[in-house]
């Protein structure tokens, strides 16, 4: 399965910046995911990172608080804007090919906002 | 999606079998069950999944009933390592590309 590094594995920001939150994979991949983990809960999906357009979000997600970018098939970023103590939680991004073949995840990026 | 039922927690001892259920009822002909687990700090592993047939690699076992509506992660040989959050999820690719995670087993394997 592909290797999949986040960067950063963690990080601590002010109220009001913005994190930019890395994802890159060792090849190739159709598909790329952005899921958000909130303290204590599991998974939720933000977003379908799509190469090449702009991203396809889910209800209760919105570009401007989390603009993706997808240049190519092994790579995308996901950012924070306006940060809040709310948005703390794990950013973890998800890789996959189309198919009955599972996803595949990093190990995530824990913010905290003071 | 069909939705999945999980209970909220389980324990196992050391070295015994783990059973983790999973009820999906109202899962579709060509949804299949995936499982993954989740160790705390680390991102979501893979497990297995399957469509109807019983399957079985290096990390655990898959049983799917009959009528499909229910499913059972067998881990044969429970260790500590084993202690995380187990997640059931059904998916119908390639509609459905994405995982959609409930909440999940905590299993707790003690020694």
């Known amino acids: 399965s592909a290797v999949i590094s986040q960067k950063p594995s963690r990080d601590i920001c002010q109220r009001g910046t913005s994190l930019t939150i890395q994802c890159q994979v060792d090849s190739q991949v159709t598909m790329m995911f952005w899921y958000r983990q909130q303290p204590g809960q599991s998974l939720t999906l933000i977003a379908t990172?799509?190469?090449?357009?702009?991203?396809?979000?889910e209800s209760g997600f919105v570009i401007d608080k989390f603009p993706i970018s997808r240049p190519n098939l092994t790579f995308s970023t996901l950012t924070v804007s306006n940060l809040s103590p709310e948005d703390s939680s794990i950013y973890l991004c998800s890789v996959g090919e189309q198919g009955v073949s599972p996803l595949h995840f990093g190990n995530g990026t824990r913010l905290t906002v003071t | 999606d069909a939705k999945t039922t999980q209970p909220p927690s389980m324990d196992c001892a050391e070295g015994r079998a783990a059973n983790l259920p999973c009820n999906h009822s109202?899962?579709?002909?060509?949804?299949?069950v995936y499982w993954y687990r989740q160790i705390h700090s680390q991102g979501p592993q893979y497990i297995i999944h399957g469509l109807k047939n019983n399957e079985t690699n290096e990390m655990a076992s898959l049983i799917i009933t009959e009528d499909r509506k229910s499913s059972t992660l067998i881990l044969p040989h429970a260790t500590l390592r084993d202690t995380a959050v187990y997640y059931c999820i059904v998916r119908v690719p390639p509609q459905n590309n994405d995982m959609r995670f409930g909440a999940g087993t905590r299993l707790t394997v003690k020694p």
């Open positions: 990172a799509n190469q090449g357009s702009e991203a396809t979000y």
């Open positions: 109202t899962i579709s002909g060509n949804e299949y």
